[in-house]
């Protein structure tokens, strides 16, 4: 069983930038041809919406409200993937929550198996 934590929520101000960080342990998804890690984000009264993926192919994926702002990247020595956030909005509040599964790179919540449990992002 892979297992998925989140680090790096934070309250922070409009425009300020802030990082998160995923560590996933258990079986590597290095081993897996097709593989993919991403982050998603759920605000109040809201569904669960993609942020960003990337997969085993350096492919990334970015929501239209995060792109050029947001920027994923990936450790696969660590199994780490890390959300670096830039220029935050009000509209980015939310419960960040990180996602792992044998996937090409997409924005689809079924598509990922392993789930975090989540940190709070509040920006004012």
């Known amino acids: 069983q892979v297992q998925l934590w989140e680090s790096g929520g934070v309250s922070v101000h409009a425009g300020w930038c802030r990082g998160l960080s995923c560590a996933a342990s258990?079986?590597?998804?290095?081993?897996?041809?097709?593989?993919?890690m991403a982050w998603f984000r759920q605000a109040p009264g809201k569904e669960r919406d993609g942020v960003a993926a990337i997969d085993s192919d350096g492919i990334a994926s970015y929501a239209d409200s995060v792109k050029g702002r947001f920027t994923i990247s990936e450790d696969t020595a660590s199994d780490t993937v890390f959300l670096q956030m830039n220029d935050l909005e009000p509209e980015d509040t939310a419960v960040y929550y990180c996602?792992?599964?044998?996937?090409?790179?997409?924005?689809?919540?079924?598509?990922?198996?392993?789930w975090g449990q989540g940190t709070q992002v509040t920006v004012s």
């Open positions: 258990g079986q590597s998804y290095s081993r897996y041809d097709d593989w993919c």
């Open positions: 996602a792992a599964g044998a996937t090409l790179s997409t924005l689809i919540p079924h598509s990922y198996n392993n």
